[in-house]
Each structure stands twice: as structure tokens, then as C-alpha cells.
């Protein structure tokens, strides 16, 4: 009998609301700009002398640049593209920011926790496989296209991760590493593609995750094959560690922005070293909460769309009955080619006609806005582990892998954080038939030609056809989603 557990990173955001920018001209308007809630909590209980990080949000760079100048506020770092400027400074120099001219939100940095908590039958992904070809002419795997998995870290050399020829599917490996006593100083930086980046205090969960977008195929000892959704697509590992701040989480977002055409260096060509069209963020707030769109998350990622790369949230693993949205927030972004992640069950055989998992985020039934886009298998899901890793570890069902060494290395998680990846490496392979395809015109694929599996909230009129506040558009369906985005 198979037993369920959940795993999730959860971003601890509770109290981000959606507001208007209140600030305006300085010679017409002197309301200073919205403050956070999170920082506004963070401030109330500040002392005087005391130091906070804040993201000041301006009209451009140059606006955030020269407001953190004029109210004392020390320079960290910046998030160029989207005009934020994450600086250092006391309560009242952050209080005086806010009155600076073009400056339009004051963000806090808010701290990152790590929770506990037969797919590609279902989806059809194994007989797009089998049957569908990209436009290079090779089945459709995923081949020519990375995936960035923003997440706890990989370990690179797994036996699920390694290709027949003794190469890794991780064809970058970097790490997102912030000062401890400063914790807004943070650097992305780049490690040797056989060090592995997850860590043994709070791991698993990165190598878990990188295994359902790209596990190569592999048959462990108990004769099971096994492969991830898409096989042939190369990971950009980007790993948070155990323990981190939002300035270092969009740190990782921020480097894909300015790297995601060449996410190795321009010296490597892409036939090592893909661009990268998709990001995995399996993490967010427990509990949900109102989307923000003045939030960092929210504009890199609304940037990085505009530049084609896609990204993907797990909805959460909040449960819920329709009656309050429990969605992930930076997921409830309608901006094309930004997509959150029901998780479906498909009751260990594969079915078409099962569940969205109890545990599976619900939104709130009549704000469409809160429901996610897309259910993918995300309950019990079996992928590369470590068993010294602490999210492995709670895995009730280890497996042992395809070599004599290879003990407990595979084990089965649930979570929205298991459902996300499997949607993170269809976009590559939807990528693959398409190379043209916009970000908008893959979610519209995936989203418009999904099976209306038929358990929980009836359907109601959406978009792009019929959707519902627990699994949104359906389960996918990657043989009728690629035929759709040629």
C-alpha cells in the first residue's frame, strides 16, 4: 500500500496584498509609495540604530539609484532590467526612500524555509515520446533546450541525471551564495558540474525535482523503467541552499534574465549548453495569498516572458475547498506563459480519470484570477534521491537504482512541488517542436488542449475553454498540446 507525503519549499510571503502604485509626480503627489506589509511588521519592531534590507522599486534604475542615494540608504545590489535597487539602511532611511521621487515600492526581504511535505502514462508524455519528433527531427525529449531549476540544489553525478556516456543532463551547476551577515548581499555562482549543490540540512528536494524534468532513462534493480518528462533536456542547476532570503531567490530568477541565452558563458556553444526556455520554482507561502504585481518575483518574471522564457510555479500544498484562495501568489500572474501547477493523482496506474490530490492548493471558486492553470501528476511520484538527504529520507518507498552501489537512490514524493517539474519539462519539449513557439503560445497549448478529467469542482467558462478552482484547465495532455503549438 502506498503511502503519501508531501514536500514543498515554502517561500514565507503571508501578507503580500495587491494594491495601486500611490506614489506619482513629486510636484503633484506626495503620498509616499506603498510599503509591504512584510517590511512595514519588520519595521514595527525595529530598533533605531538597528539595520533592514529593502527592494526599492523606481520608475527606472536611475530613479531607485538616486533615491536610495538621498535618503542614506547603502547600495548592495540591483536588479537592472526591472529598476529595483536592493539596499541596506535604518527604519527612518527607509521610511524616507518611500517620499524619494520615482520610487514606487518598498520591499522587504523576507526569509525562505524548507518543509516537508507512472506520471508520464498519464499525461501522455510517454507515447509523445514514442511517436512525435521535433523540429530537429529527433523524438520529442526535450533535446536543444534547458530548463533553469531554481531549487535546494542537484547532485549532478546521480545515476538518473547521467547519460550513457557518463555525462551529466546538468550542464550548468551554480549556486546562489548571500553574505550570512548581510544576508542581502547575494552572488550566483558558478560550481564544477560534478559538485554536488544539494544540502544534506535541509536536501533532496532539488535532485527530486531535476529527476521529473529530465531523469534519463533508467531500469532499476526491481526491473521498473523509469524517465522524466523530458529526457533529453539539459538542467541549469540554480540552488538556494538550505536556508535563504527572497533577495537570493530572485537573485536565481535575475541571473536567468540576463543569462538565459547562453546560461554556460558565450564561449560554449548551445549544442553543449541550450538556452534555457523554462524555469521550476517549486517553492512558495504556505497558506497562499493575494498576488502582488509590483513584487520583484513578479516582475522578472514578467520580463523574463517577454524575453521567452516561461515559468512555472507549484501551486502549494494548502489543500482548501474553494472557499479562499490558497494559491501561490507570483503563479497567479495572468501573463502569458507564466503557469501554476495542480497536482493530479493518478492512483499508481497511470489513469486518465483520477483525482487532484487532497493536498493540492485550491483557489477561491469565482476568482478566476486565484485558480491554477494546469494539473500534472504530482502524488507519489518516484525520482533520483540521495538516502542521507533529509526530503528523501521521509520517501516511504526507496528504490535502488541500475548500479550495485546504487542503494535507496530513487525514492516517491508527493507534492504540487513533484507536479510543476513534469509541466517545466513538457514546455521543453513543446519547445522542441516549436523553437518559434512564444511563451503565450505554449501556455495556450497546454492550457486549451487539456483532458477534462472530471473529479472535484465542475468546470466553468474560461479563456481558453473551461477551467475550475482546483485542477484549472485539466490534466495535460503532451500528445495534443504538441500537435497544438506546431
Known sequence: MRMSLRSSIALVTAGLV?????SGPASADTTPARLQPFLATQLATLSTSAPAVALVHGTDLAAARAAVQASGLTKVSTFDEIGVVVARGTKAQIQNVRSQPGVTFVEGNQPIKFTQETSNSATRGDEALRTQTGADGSSLSGKGVSVGVIDTGVDPTHPYLTDADGTSAVVGNYKTLCDPLLEAICQVQKVPNNVDTDTTSAGGHGTHVAGIVAGRPTTLSTGEKLHGAAPGASIISLSTGAGLFVVGADAALNWVLENHEAPCGVSVPASTCPPIRVTNNSYGPSGGGAFDPESTTVKLQRQLAAEGVLTVWANGNDGGTGTENLSNPPGQDQTGGILSVASYNDLGTGTRDGGVSDFSSRGKDGMKTSYPDISAPGDMITSSCRPYLIVCS????????????????????SGTSMAAPHIAGIIAQLAQANPAATPSQIENAIKGTAHKYTFGAPYESGALGTTSFDKGYGLVDVVAAANAVR
Open 18 to 22: 495587491a494594491g495601486a502604485v500611490l
Open 394 to 413: 521521509t520517501g516511504m518507498d526507496p528504490k535502488n537504482g541500475p548500479g550495485a552501489t546504487d542503494i535507496g537512490t530513487f525514492n516517491t514524493i
